[in-house]
Each structure stands twice: as C-alpha cells, then as structure tokens.
C-alpha cells in the first residue's frame, strides 16, 4: 500500500498544482480573449485532444512487463524495453501526420462555424501544436512505464510539478503581455510536458541496463507488444470518446456558445481526472505484482482498503458538486454560472462513475484482464455516440452528460461482474 500512497501523494500534488493553474488560468484567459475566442478555445482543447484516440498504450504494456519482473534482469527485459521506444518514436510520429492531414481534409470538407473562420489560421495552428505535444507526450509514456513498474511513479510527479511551477509562471507574468489562444492552450493543456522530458532523461540514467543501442528488429518481441499495446490502445480510444468527444463535436457543429457549460465542467473533469489516474495506475501494477508473488492476501488488502478510500472521496466530491457547483463556478469565473438541477446531477453522477470505472479498470489490468477491459471500452463508445446525439437534441448539453451517466452504469456493473470472477479478489469487493 506504501507504494500507492507514496505515488498517489505525488500525483495528486502534481495534478493539484495542475488544477490551480486551471483555477487561475482559465478566468485570465476568458478575460484576456474575450467570450467568442474562449469558446474557441474549448473547442480547440476538445478536438486537439481526439489524437488521443490513437493513443498507442505502450507505456502500459512496459510497466506491466516490468511489475512482473522487477526482481529479476535479463536480456530479454532489454531487448523488449529498447524495441519498445524504438517502436513508440516510430508509432508516434506517424499519428502526428496522420492526425495532421486527416485535420486539413476535415478542416476543408466541414461547414465551419463563423466563429472558426474569423480566427481560422490560429485555430489551426493551435491543434497542430497540440497534436505535436500529445504524440510527443505518448512517446515519453515508455519512460513513466519503466518507473511505474518499479513502483517509482512519484518521481514522474516530482518533474511535473516543477513544469507547472514553470507553467504558472509564465501564465502570470508572460500571458497578460501576450494574449493568444496559442500561448493559452499550451499552458492550460501541455504545462506537464516539460517534466516528462527531463523525467524521461533520468529514467534512461538510473535505468542502462534497460537501454540498448545495439537493439535488433525481433519481429516475436515487436508482434507481442503490438498485440498487447493494442488493448491499451482501445482502453484509451474508449475513454476518449466518453470523455472528449463531445464538446469539440457539439461544439463544431453547433457553436461554441451551445456547450459552453460542458467544456468548463469537463476542463475540470480532466484535472479530477488526472487525480484519479494517479491513484489507480499504481494500483493495477501493485495488484499485478502481488498475484505474481502469489501474495493473494496482501492482494485482496490493498483492493478492499483502495477502494473503500476512493468511493468515499468521490462521493463527497460529487455531493459538493451538486450542492456548491453554482456558487464555486461563478467564484472561479468571475460571472454568474446557473447550472439547471439536470446539469449538476448528471455531472455529480458522472463524478462518481468516472472513479469506480478507472477503479475497476485497474483491477482489469491488474489482473491481466486487458482484453475484456478493452472490449468494454469498445462497447460503452459504441452505445454512447448515438445516445449522446439524441440526447444533446433533447435536453441540450444536459443530455451529453446523462449520455455519458447511462453508459457508465451498465459499463460498471459488467466491470463488477468481471473482477467478481477473478477467485482471489471476489472476497474483497464483495
């Protein structure tokens, strides 16, 4: 538990630096830009984070491989760490250009929006910077899986949290001078990037054993970690889609002004977010590694007490939510926010459900169920489309949320039902 706790305390620091930047930056960057341009710019935020549909799940794939040999080195390990980078750099570079060209042809086949054709130059320079930034942070995962395997993860953070130290300074002192929805998505989406580069570097120096120059195409090693970053990869299409989608699709086709709301709330879930992936992502490489050890009760301890800890903390974090959702908004925002009753319960739900979904994904992972975890994630994005639709013509940007609240309720039970099988953790979530 020392591991989860110790990688959770760092993460959660890191991301809430990461909330404050957001806290701070957001009202800034809606008053230095103006209503129209900050609409703008959470569309900007939702489409440029689409590539991450693509997101080829390598970094998971190395620190699954590496939990369950940390106490063991051998050839093999480096061979398949060095293919690995070798093959994210490649994979990753290629989604860069694949995403960039599929942006011009969208970009010249779609009916745009008035408010993207006055600003159309900067709208597109702005995704291409951020499509660069995720592709390049995809890589850096290799990095944060190597660590993550070894349960260091925390160090990762320590990085971060000086890069959004950087982030924040440039956000009070360089912004103001410098307005632009460039400068501000950068900051607001790409301020941990920094920090994984330099973590990345240090990563290679505790770690040479790992790295090979001399590495060699074994097609046996390169198949098995497509195969298995594949599964990842859906995980991480299937998040997206729930999570991403929405607004910078809404938002295209009906205006920036009609989703408003739901890019300012999903700003924030993005940042809850991060605090859970912080607390869950150790979790499935500890829970991996006990039941390689066959340590089934140290096992069946850290799930019962984990996730006791995180059901409480989300549901007093969507119970304030609901209560306090207004009146925190209009704080932060500086302007009067009246979320509808419908709105504040489908986002407090949605609290909730997103925490016990990557709760229970973890356990998927940890229990070397990927591929279900996967084929669920590929159901819940199938379903949620078409609902989403007709739910956003009937109750508006309410409707995207309770979209996305009916199909984390049926993902969840399925998820419950998956780890019930599992003979060692039955016992701790029943």
């Not at 390049?136 to 899986?145: D, K, P, V």
């Not at 970053?229 to 002004?257: C, H, K, M, R, V």
């Not at 903390?313 to 959702?325: D, E, I, K, Q």
């Not at 302007?335 to 990557?358: K, N, P, R, W």
């Amino acid at each position: 538990m020392k591991p989860i706790l110790l990688s959770t305390l760092a993460g959660w620091l890191a991301r809430l630096l990461a909330i404050l930047l957001n806290l701070v930056g957001t009202p800034m960057v809606l008053g230095k830009l103006g209503p129209s341009r900050f609409g703008l710019l959470l569309v900007i935020l939702s489409i440029s984070s689409w590539i991450g549909f693509a997101n080829v799940g390598m970094g998971r794939v190395i620190a699954n491989a590496v939990a369950r040999t940390r106490r063991s080195a051998s050839a093999f390990k480096t061979e398949t760490v060095s293919l690995a980078v070798v093959l994210a750099a490649g994979l990753n570079l290629v989604l860069f250009g694949a995403a960039a060209v599929a942006l011009m042809i969208f970009m010249w086949l779609a009916p745009l929006n008035e408010a993207i054709l006055a600003n159309y130059s900067e709208f597109v320079a702005t995704i291409l910077v951020l499509f660069f930034g995720l592709a390049l942070w995809f890589f850096l995962s290799i990095f944060e899986g190597i660590d993550a395997g070894h349960h260091q993860l925390h160090r990762l953070y320590l990085f971060q949290l000086a890069s959004y130290v950087l982030s924040f300074v440039l956000l009070l002192f360089v912004f103001p001078s410098h307005p632009s929805i460039v400068f501000a998505a950068v900051l607001l989406s790409l301020g941990f990037l920094p920090g994984s580069v330099f973590h990345a570097l240090d990563v290679v120096r505790r770690n040479r054993n790992l790295f090979s120059r001399n590495w060699r195409w074994k097609p046996r090693i390169a198949r098995r970690l497509l195969l298995s970053s594949l599964d990842f990869t859906i995980i991480s299409l299937g998040i997206g889609i729930l999570y991403q989608l929405a607004t910078g699709l809404f938002g295209f086709l009906a205006g920036p002004e009609a989703v408003t709301e739901l890019g300012i709330f999903m700003r924030l879930m993005q940042s809850y977010g991060g605090l859970i992936i912080a607390y869950t992502y150790p979790l499935s490489n500890i829970v991996a590694t006990k039941l390689k050890m066959r340590d089934d009760l140290a096992a069946t301890r850290i799930v019962r007490l984990s996730g006791a800890m995180l059901l409480a903390g989300s549901c007093l974090a969507g119970a304030g939510f609901w209560l306090f959702g207004n009146l925190a908004l209009s704080i932060w925002l500086h302007t009067t926010i009246e979320l509808d009753h419908l709105f504040l319960t489908g986002a407090s739900l949605l609290i909730v459900l997103s925490a016990l979904q990557f709760f229970f994904s973890a356990l998927l992972i940890g229990t070397s169920n990927i591929r279900e975890a996967a084929r669920l994630q590929v159901w819940q994005s199938l379903v949620y489309v078409p609902i989403a639709c007709v739910f956003f013509k009937i109750w508006g940007q309410e409707g995207v949320l309770l979209a996305m609240d009916t199909v984390m309720c049926v993902g969840l039970a399925i998820m419950i039902r998956f780890v019930r099988g599992h003979s060692v953790l039955r016992a701790a979530i029943a």
